[in-house]
């Protein structure tokens, strides 16, 4: 199982980025997806997790409205649009993998990618 995160970069706050995460050696269709985010000193957290064959999508408090998770089965592919980003966004942004219906906890997913960092800052 290969999951490889991409998109991060340096942005403005109140900017936009997108993040990708491309899986091999799975199906994404038949797994729960989240994403991640660990902050410098502190503890990785989840940031919204979905399951692509149902649908559910589930979105820490801190990004709701903002961010916006998103599948394409075709594609093996896993989104995270960032909106209205803000410093406290800064992180590095991991993308991970288990069986669906995982709740958004880190200690519920097996299966990680490297992560790609967000610097938000003018």
């Known amino acids: 199982v290969q999951l490889q995160a991409s998109g991060g970069g340096l942005v403005q706050p109140g900017g936009s980025l997108r993040l990708s995460c491309a899986a091999s050696?799975?199906?994404?269709?038949?797994?729960?997806i989240g994403w991640f985010r660990q902050a410098p000193g502190k503890e990785r957290e989840g940031v919204s997790c979905?399951?692509?064959?149902?649908?559910?999508?589930e979105y820490a408090d801190s990004v709701k409205g903002r961010f916006t998770i998103s599948g394409d089965s075709a594609k093996n592919r896993v989104y995270l649009q960032m909106s209205s980003l803000k410093p406290e966004d800064t992180a590095v942004y991991y993308c991970?993998?288990?069986?669906?219906?995982?709740?958004?906890?880190?200690?519920?997913?097996?299966?990680w990618g490297q992560g790609t960092l967000v610097t938000v800052s003018s």
């Open positions: 979905m399951t692509l064959s149902t649908g559910v999508t």
């Open positions: 991970a993998a288990d069986g669906p219906g995982s709740s958004c906890l880190v200690g519920e997913y097996g299966h």
């Open positions: 050696g799975i199906t994404l269709d038949y797994y729960a």
